[in-house]
């Protein structure tokens, strides 16, 4: 099977972002993942690219396949960028926080998320990395293969 070509769009309103959730699906199903999956991936989109607009501002999505069959590696992998600081990736994977670190639940409802959603991310990847951009902002990278490894393996990206 030829992996799709990546695609890539720039994210800076809330309509980017079903754009984004459009590409995905039609790229993860392109490289062969199950409808369940795909609409898993949908949510990573959904959260990274949401993000962007709520405290990036503006950004991009980009999705490109993971081919390295020598490996026995096919799946998606799924970046966001934009130009915010960098964060505590670890602490905020944790459902109730965020950047910031714990949330207080009376100020849940005001700030428009209640701290789940990098979580849902890191549930629905095999990898999860975030990486400083030279010159500020970050890339926030999600990665999905086809057909999970095994338990207790742990896939090098």
């Not at 972002?17 to 993942?33: D, E, K």
């Not at 989109?45 to 991009?60: C, D, F």
Request: charged content about 25%; aromatic content about 6%; hydrophobic content about 45%.
């Amino acid at each position: 099977m030829t992996a799709p070509l990546p695609v890539a769009c720039t994210v800076a309103d809330f309509d980017a972002v079903l754009t984004a959730r459009a590409h995905v699906r039609s790229f993860a199903g392109a490289l062969g993942f199950d409808r369940e999956v795909v609409e898993e991936l949908v949510v990573v989109v959904s959260e990274l690219a949401s993000n962007i607009v709520k405290y990036g501002r503006r950004g991009r999505i980009e999705l490109t396949a993971i081919d390295r069959p020598e490996e026995g590696m096919r799946g998606i992998a799924i970046a966001a960028e934009d130009e915010t600081a960098p964060f505590d990736l670890a602490g905020s994977l944790r459902d109730g926080y965020d950047a910031r670190g714990k949330l207080d639940p009376a100020s849940v409802y005001g700030r428009g998320g209640i701290g789940a959603g990098l979580g849902a991310v890191a549930r629905f990847s095999d990898g999860l990395d975030l990486v400083p951009l030279a010159g500020g902002g970050k890339r926030i990278v999600a990665r999905r293969l086809l057909g999970r490894p095994r338990r207790g393996s742990s896939p090098s990206f």
